[in-house]
Each structure stands twice: as C-alpha cells, then as structure tokens.
C-alpha cells in the first residue's frame, strides 16, 4: 500500500533520521554513510558491495508498470495513446530482472489500463474510449493469451469470476466465467442505468425503484431481495459480509445490511462523504476521514465505536497489530503500529511510503525527497526500520515485499533488492 502525500519542491537531501531512532536504524545509516565516505577517498581501488543490488530496465515514459507478488509486468503503449493498435507486456522475475522472462504482443481497441494477478492468471484490462472495456486472460508463465471478454473483471471465488460489460447501449450485462477458459457459466442482463456492486462471492442488483436482488457470483443464482433505500449518486459499498448504504433520512449515517440475507443489521453515525470504510483491520471496521483527521474502530456486528485515535489517516491489519499512516514532519507519510485493542502506539516505524506485507511479514519502505528516496527493510513486528540505502535521480517510487521499482530520468525503470535476502 503507497500513500503519496506529494513531493517538496523545495528540498534538495533527504531527511534520513525518523523522529526516534532504533539500534539497527543508527547502525544502518552508519553503515551508508561509511560507505558513501569510503568510496569518495579511496575510489575504485577498494570496491565496497552495496546492500542494495540495481537493475535497470529500458522503457519510456508513455510506459505503465504494475509489480504483483515477485514479478514486474511492463506495458506499452500505454500514457497518451488512446486507438487501437498492437500492445506488448513484458514480464521481469523480481528481486532479479535482469532480462525479461516474456514478452507478449496484443492487439487491443484501447491501451492496457490495469494488470492484476488472480488466482495464478494475469488479467489485464484494456480500455478504449468510451465506456468499452476488456479483459484479456494471459498466463503468467509464457504470455500465451487464453482468452479475451468484453467487461471489467471482479474476482470471485477460486476459479471463477465475474465480468461486468458496459458496452455502449441500453442494457449491460453482468456474466459469470471460468479463469481457466474464458467459458460462460451464466448470464444476466439489466438496463444500463440500474446499480450493480459486486464483491468477492456476492453481487447486489438495483433497479431504479429501489428494488434490491442478491445474487451468488458464482452461479448467478437469486439468494435474497429486499427494498432497500438507495440512490445511484450516494456512495454504496461492500465491505467485508456488509452492504453499507448511507442513510435516506439526510442523516449523516450509514445502514448495515447483512451480504447473505440483505436484512438490517444496524445504523451508525459514518458519514460516507467525508469518511471511508476499510474491512482490512481483521474482526473490526476501520474508519477514517477523508481529511486525515484520524481513524476509529468500528464493530463490526454492532457499528458501535470501540476507540478513535486523532492524526492517522489510514491503518490495516499486519499480524497482531495495526499499521497506520499519519502525516510526517516531511511530505512522507509516518507509518506506525496501534495495539488493536485500544487504538494506542506501541512501535513508530519512521516516515516512510511501505509495501504491503508479504505472506512472511516481509517489507519494504520509500522515503522520497526531491530525486533521492532512501530504502529500508521494515519489520512491523519489531517496529524496527533498516536503512539499505540511497537511490539518486529516482522519482515515483513504488516500494513492493521483495523490490522497489522507480522511475528515473528518460523513461526507464530501475529496480533495487537487498543483496541479503529478506
């Protein structure tokens, strides 16, 4: 997860130290410094192994990229160019890309917009002008295209998934397919006006009259209907077992409405246009403003507030604890471990822009000033920040479990991996 809270215009060095420092932080920076020193008076005669292993991969700046688990998908065309023509991804091993494993050709109405890894296929969908959108199935493996459908992808359960075509005309189609094939396992049409939310194993229907269908997105089949109030501007959202639709009373309020049966579970006081609702914070809701101005916890069978913490902007769940995002003393965002329980910090990370957790815990943080970021491995269990290193002329930086990917000047992408595995 990358929060980008913008660059300073105005900064030329990197702001190393975090506002409290760890043993291993002082050693780590200690350790880049004496090897920044070492290798200005001694030059090239005494060599010294950086932590950090750099690869650089040749692209342009009207080239997208999309890093999933450990591999890099390179897409061009894709910025600036909106007709149809031949579009290739290539695919580079992370941490090691030193030469690309694949590279595949297709021929597209429209650039490829998004690529994401589901359940050991890559989905890349490519989006002409106008509502027209594609899915485009290729295996991972060797680039072999294995099949191509009109609409955007919604995974489901293993296997199978969901496509939702918007294709210019009065109705769209809503349709269930196999991963592995491409095949058609069932098939519903609405009018083009009507609301369609879908998420992992359920989709909810409405039409305009504010009648509500629960259907199983794995077989299409009807589960439930209700009436339900709900208007198509407001901001309806599926999260976790829950279908939150903003009260219709003017209340700045939401109702719950259970994912199985559609039946009212509760009302709270969130207001859905000035604050979010992440179900990423194991068995609770979390809750923040849109403004940063901090994050609660919501229960999730009641809706009723367990505790709030003023000055987080973001927070998800990372083993036993909570690892949520405030404003830093620089335009990086300071990433810090809350206890669940009661919202209090128990480990502050330090400013940095963080992946998401590998499957093991492992992490990567970006600090970014100007066109500098500093590298760290980040152990949230420990609350501990390693600093790897110092990157020089790299801007849009994005931090994964294994590599951090950065743009750099011309174009072309540089990848860096600790030499020490994590």
């Known amino acids: 997860m990358v929060i980008d809270l913008g660059v300073p215009q105005d900064q030329d060095e990197v702001e190393v130290a975090p506002r409290r420092w760890s043993a291993r932080q002082r050693r780590a920076v200690g350790a880049v410094l ?14 010294v192994r950086s932590p950090l292993v750099s ?27 909106i007709r149809a023509g031949l579009r290739t991804i290539t695919r580079y091993r992370l941490a090691d890309a030193t030469t690309p494993e694949w590279e595949a050709a297709i021929y597209t109405a429209g650039p490829v917009r998004a690529a994401s890894l589901v359940d050991g296929v890559l989905m890349a969908m490519a989006m002409a002008e106008g509502p027209g959108i594609e899915t485009i199935a290729i295996r ?35 349709f269930g397919v196999d991963l592995a094939t491409g095949d058609v396992r069932w098939s519903l049409e609405y009018p083009v006006d009507d609301t369609v939310l879908a998420d992992r194993g359920r989709f909810v229907h409405w039409d305009r009259s504010g009648m509500a269908e629960l259907h199983d997105a794995d077989t299409g089949s009807l589960l439930a209907t209700a009436h339900l109030p709900f208007d198509a501007q407001s901001s309806a959202q599926i999260v976790g077992d829950l279908l939150l639709i903003p009260a219709a009373d003017g209340r700045r309020a939401v109702v719950a409405y259970g ?3 559609l039946d009212r579970r509760w009302q709270a006081d969130i207001d859905m246009r000035s604050e979010y609702v992440s179900g990423e914070c194991g068995d609770a809701l979390c809750v923040g403003a849109v403004d940063g101005g901090g994050i609660r916890l919501a229960d999730a069978a009641t809706g009723r507030t367990r505790w709030s913490a003023p000055g987080w902007g973001y ?23 809350l206890d669940p329980a009661d919202g209090r910090v128990v480990g502050d990370l330090g400013e940095w822009n963080a992946s998401v957790p590998a499957d093991d815990g492992r992490m990567l943080g970006i ?27 790299v801007f849009q930086c994005q931090p994964g479990p294994v590599a951090v990917v950065c743009r750099r000047a011309g174009g072309s992408i540089g990848v860096w991996y600790p030499r020490r595995r994590l």
């Open 367 to 393: 600090r970014e000033s100007s066109t500098r970021a500093l590298v760290a491995r980040l152990d949230p269990v420990a609350a501990d920040a390693e600093v790897l290193g110092l990157l020089a002329d």
């Open 55 to 81: 690869v650089t991969i040749q692209a342009t700046a009207a080239d997208d990229v999309l890093v999933a688990n450990d591999a890099l998908y390179l897409m061009r065309p894709s910025r600036g160019v």
């Open 259 to 261: 994912m199985d049966r």
């Open 315 to 337: 927070a998800f769940r990372v083993g036993p604890r909570l690892l949520a995002y405030g404003p830093g003393q620089t335009t990086n965002p300071n990433a810090a471990l």
């Open 140 to 174: 991972p493996d060797t680039g072999r295209e294995v099949w191509r459908r009109s609409g955007w992808y919604h995974s489901t359960g293993l296997g199978h998934g969901l496509l939702q075509d918007q294709s210019p005309g009065r109705w769209q189609r809503v």
């Open 34 to 47: 004496g090897i920044a020193a070492l290798l200005g008076t001694v030059g090239a005669a005494a060599p």
